[in-house]
């Protein structure tokens, strides 16, 4: 396919140096040559049209890229922040059931105590 553009372009390019020519020495110009030059002028608009259409695709896409980092780095600051607190609260539980499992000891030893007590006054 790229063989066949390439020949293409070649063949018009070398028709339209003819057509040019005929112009500089005041020749009129065959339908057929008016149409080339059309067609040649069309092709080199279709071709800028192209080259637009791909900045605005790599533009865009460069975009994206930098909002999906974007979103993945504030993804990422959000997962940390969510994790500490995760951990600061298991911490917290950890350092209740301490205090639970001391409570219930001194409750036991209290109440042993008072048991003890009221064995004496018996």
Do not use: H, P
């Not at 339209?16 to 030059?37: C, F, M, N, Q, Y």
């Not at 900045?55 to 780095?73: Q, S």
């Not at 993804?75 to 409570?103: A, M, N, Q, T, W």
Request: aromatic share 8%; no cysteine; hydrophobic share 40%.
């Amino acid at each position: 396919m790229e063989a066949i553009s390439m020949l293409f372009d070649a063949v018009v390019k070398e028709a339209l140096e003819t057509i040019v020519k005929k112009i500089r020495e005041g020749k009129k110009l065959s339908d057929a040559e008016v149409l080339l030059l059309v067609v040649s002028q069309m092709r080199k608009e279709q071709e800028l049209i192209i080259k637009m259409f791909e900045e605005f695709k790599n533009d865009v896409n460069r975009r994206l890229d930098e909002f999906k980092n974007d979103v993945n780095k504030r993804f990422d600051e959000f997962k940390g922040y969510v994790e500490k607190r995760f951990e600061r609260i298991e911490s917290e539980i950890g350092d209740l059931k301490d205090e639970i499992k001391f409570l219930r000891q001194e409750v036991m030893s209290i109440k042993s105590d008072i048991i003890n007590l009221l064995k004496e006054k018996i």
